[in-house]
C-alpha cells in the first residue's frame, strides 16, 4: 500500500491487519471525512470491533497505517488515542460509577486553580454549561453517576469526550438500552455532531437506524471490507446481502425436513410467563426431539431467558414444566437434578480441567458422580466404562481415557465439556452459542452431535446462536427475541437466511 | 427565619448522618454508656480517650487511602515496629532531627516496594503487604536480638510528651494537620481524586490517561511513611524500641476504617467517616474497660458490633441501589 492519503479524509486506515489465532481483521480500509457520519456493519465477528478497539488504542494492528488529517500516526496505547482526539461511546457506559457527574467529565483534564487544587466550582459550572448547551438538558453536576438514566449516562460520556475536545467520535451501539424518544433526541446530536465538522464512526445492528443516520457506510464480512459505499445508493436488502455474502436470496438446503405434524411427538418443556428486568412474558414449548433456535441481537435478552429458565438469574414470574411436571427451580441446582440444563456461553471461565484425564472430566460434576458412587465410594471402573460412553457419543479424539485433557486439541476439549454436561442426563439442554470460536471440522462435528442427540436419543434442544448459518442448518423452529419478548416464530422451512436476518434486525 | 435556620440544620444533619451513619453509631454507643456509667462522657474520660487515638487514627487515615483505591496494607503495624527500633538505634549516632528524617525515608523506600510488587506484578495487596508484614517484624526481632531497646537519649520523649503553645499535646497536632491535610488532598488535590477513580474502576482510569501504577506506588508510600512516622511517637511514648508493637494496631486502624464506611473494594468512603470509625472503637474499648467486663468478653463483643455495624452499612447499601 502506498502512504497516499486522500484529500479529504480526516482519518484514514490503510490496509489494517489482525490476526489471533485466525485473521480477524485482514486488509482492511477505512476512513472518515470531516462533518461525515460514517456506519460500520457487519454481523457478529465481522471484524467490526477489533478495528475499533485497534483505532482507540486498545490492540494494536499487526500491520497497516492509520492517517490523522494526512499524518501518520502510531496508536500504541488508549492513552495516545485520547490524545488524538479519539472517544469511544460504547455500550457498555465506561463511567465512575459512584463520583459526580462533573468529575466523570472532567476526568484526567481537571481545571486547577492557583494553588493547584481542583477547582471544583469551574468543574461543577462547566459541566452544567456544557451539557445545557449541547443537549439542552439540566443535570446537577454534583450529582453521583450511579443514579442516572442509561441516556443520561450517555450523556455525560459524550460530554467527557467532547471535553477532550475528541474530533473522532465512535459510537458503539449507542442505542442498545435507549427508548425511542431518547433515540430521537440522540440522534439530534449526532446530527449536531456532523454540522460541527466531527468525524463520527457510527456502528449499529439496527439498519433502519444507519439508513437513518448515516452517510456513508462500509461492510466488513468475515474480516474484510466488502464495500463501502454511499448510503444513498443502497437499499436495506443490498445492506444486508452484502452482510451475508449472498446476491440473492437463496434457501439453504436442509438435509432433512422435519415434518410440522408433531403427532406422537411429547412436550417436553413448557414455559409460560417468564418475567424479570430483561425478559418480558415469554411463552414457548420444547417438544421431543426438536431443536429450538432462539434468535436475536446482541443484548435481546437471548442468553437471559435461559438463565432466568434454569435459577441463575432471578425470576419475577413464570411457570416451567417439564414432561407436565411443573418445576420449582430457585438455584441451578434444581433445573439440573429435574434435567433441565443449560450450557452457557462463556466457556473460558467453564473450562476442562487440564491436568485431570479425560474420564474424570466427564464425570466432573455432582449428580453424575452422586449416581456413580455406592455409598459415596467411587469405583474406578464404573466411572470409566460410564465416561467411554461418552467418548464414543461424542467422537473424543483421545489416546486413552487416561489422558490428560491438556493433551487434546480444543476442540476435543470443548466435547469433553459437552460431555460433562451430557453424563447428567438431561431431558432438555440448552446450548448457548456451541460452536463459538471453534474451527469449522469440529463446527460439523458438533452439528452432527446436536442432531443425533435430537433426533436419535429424543432429547429437547434449544439453540441459542448468533450464527444464522449454524441456526438454517440445525434448528426446527426459530423464536426470534427483541427486547426480551418474542416478535415472531417461525418454521426454518418458511425461511430463508436473508429472511431470518432481516426478521433479526428489523424495526424493534 | 429562625424556624428556617433550623430547618436547615435539620436538613443537614441529616444529610451529614446519611453519609457518615458511623457518627450515628457513635451517639448510640455513647448513650448506652451513659446508661451503665454516667462518667463515660465525662470531659476526663474523653480527654483518657483523646490521649490514646492519636496514633491509631492517623494510621486510619493512611489505611482508608490505600482502601480507596482498593487494596490494603498489612504491613504498617511492622513497619512502626520496624521505624521504632531504628530511630532508637540511630538517635545516639545521628542526633534526634537526622534520625528522624532517616526512618522517614526508610517508611517511604518500604512503601515504594509495596507498591513496586503490587502495580509491577500484579499481585493481590494482601498477599505482598501480609509478606512484607513478616519480613519487616523478622528484620526488627533480628536487629533487636528479640529484645527492647531502651532509649538512652531524652531529645525523643519531646515528639509525644511535648506541647504546642505550652497546651496542645503534640500528638493532637499531628493527627488534626494529617486530617486536615489528609481531607485536602482526598477532595481538592488531583492526585486524591485519582485515589478514588482508581477505586472506582481501574480499567477505566488507565484508559483515561491516569497513571495507576504511579498513583499506587505514591499511595503505598504515604502510608508507610505515615506508619513509620507513627513508629517514632510510639518509640518516644515508651521509650523503647520494641520489635513487636506494632501489631496491636492492626486490628483497631482495619476495623476503624471499615467502620467508617470506605468500601474495600476501594472508590468510596473517605476519612471523615474514619475519624467515626476510630471515634467508636476507642469509646468501645473504653466503655467495656470502665465496665469490668472481662478481657475474653470484650473481644467477644467487639467483634459482634464490628459484624452488626458492617452488616448495616452494607444493607444500606443495597437498599440504595435497588431503590
Known sequence: MLDVKQENNYLEMQSIVKRYVTTVVDHVDFSVHEGEIHCLVGENGAGKSTLIKILSGIVQADEGKIFIEGKYVKIDSPNTAHRLGISVISQELSLLNELTIGENVFLGVEPKNSIGLVNWREVHRETEKQIYQEFEVKLDSRKVVKNLSIANKQLVMITGALRWGSKILILDEPTARLSKEEIKRLFDIIKNFRKEGRAIIYISHHLEEVEEIGDRVTILRDGRRVITENLKNLTLTDISNYMIGKTKGTKLSSDKIISRNRTGKKKLLEVRGILNEKIKNVDFDVFEGEILAIAGVTGSGRSEIARAICGIDHRDKGEIKLMGKKLKIRKPVDAIKNGLIYVPEDRKTQGVFLKIPVFMNVLLNEKTLEDLSTLSFYFMHKFKSFASKFVKLLNIMTPSLDTPCSNLSGGNQQKVLLGKWLAMNPAVIILDEPTRGIDVGVKLEFYEIINKLAKKQNKGIILISSELPEIMKLADRILILKEGKFVEASFKEDLTQDELFNLIISKR | ?323
Not at chain 2, 228 to 254: E, H, K, N, W
Request: aromatic share 10%; net charge positive.
Open chain 2, 1 to 323: 427565619m429562625n424556624k428556617k435556620s433550623l430547618n436547615l440544620i435539620m436538613k443537614n444533619s441529616r444529610d451529614f448522618f446519611k453519609e457518615y451513619p458511623i457518627f450515628l453509631v457513635l451517639i448510640v454507643l455513647l448513650g448506652v454508656g451513659y446508661f451503665f456509667d454516667p462518667i463515660c462522657i465525662s470531659i476526663r474520660n474523653q480527654k483518657n480517650i483523646l490521649h490514646d487515638i492519636s496514633v491509631p487514627f492517623i494510621l486510619s487515615i493512611g489505611q482508608t487511602i490505600v482502601m480507596l483505591t482498593g487494596g490494603i496494607d498489612l504491613s504498617f503495624g511492622s513497619v512502626i515496629s520496624l521505624a521504632g527500633v531504628i530511630v532508637v538505634i540511630l538517635l545516639p549516632k545521628m542526633g534526634i532531627l537526622l534520625s528522624i528524617i532517616v526512618v522517614l525515608i526508610m517508611g517511604m523506600v518500604i512503601g515504594a516496594i509495596n507498591g513496586f510488587f503490587i502495580s509491577r506484578f500484579k499481585i493481590l495487596p494482601f498477599i505482598v503487604t501480609l509478606s512484607f508484614m513478616l519480613i519487616w517484624e523478622g528484620i526488627a526481632l533480628v536487629i533487636t536480638r528479640t529484645q527492647p531497646l531502651f532509649v538512652s537519649n531524652p531529645s525523643l520523649n519531646a515528639v509525644n510528651y511535648g506541647f504546642l503553645l505550652g497546651i496542645i499535646p503534640l500528638p493532637w497536632v499531628y493527627g488534626i494537620i494529617i486530617f486536615v491535610l489528609g481531607i485536602i488532598f482526598l477532595h481538592f488535590h488531583v492526585i486524591g481524586r485519582r485515589v478514588y477513580q482508581i477505586g472506582n474502576d481501574e480499567e477505566i482510569a488507565r484508559i483515561s490517561g491516569i497513571k495507576v501504577s504511579r498513583i499506587k506506588i505514591g499511595v503505598y508510600m504515604l502510608n508507610a511513611t505515615i506508619s513509620a512516622f507513627c513508629g517514632i511517637v510510639v518509640a518516644s511514648r515508651m521509650s523503647l524500641g520494641d520489635p513487636t508493637v506494632g501489631y496491636q494496631f492492626l486490628f483497631d486502624v482495619i476495623a476503624a476504617t471499615c467502620l467508617g464506611g470506605t468500601l474495600m473494594s476501594g472508590g468510596k468512603g473517605g476519612i471523615i467517616g474514619t475519624l467515626g470509625g476510630i471515634f467508636v472503637l476507642l469509646n468501645l474499648k473504653n466503655l467495656l474497660i470502665l465496665n469490668d467486663v472481662s478481657i475474653y468478653i470484650q473481644d467477644v463483643i467487639k467483634g459482634i458490633i464490628i459484624l452488626v455495624s458492617v452488616m448495616g452499612l452494607s444493607m444500606r447499601k443495597i437498599g440504595s441501589s435497588s431503590g
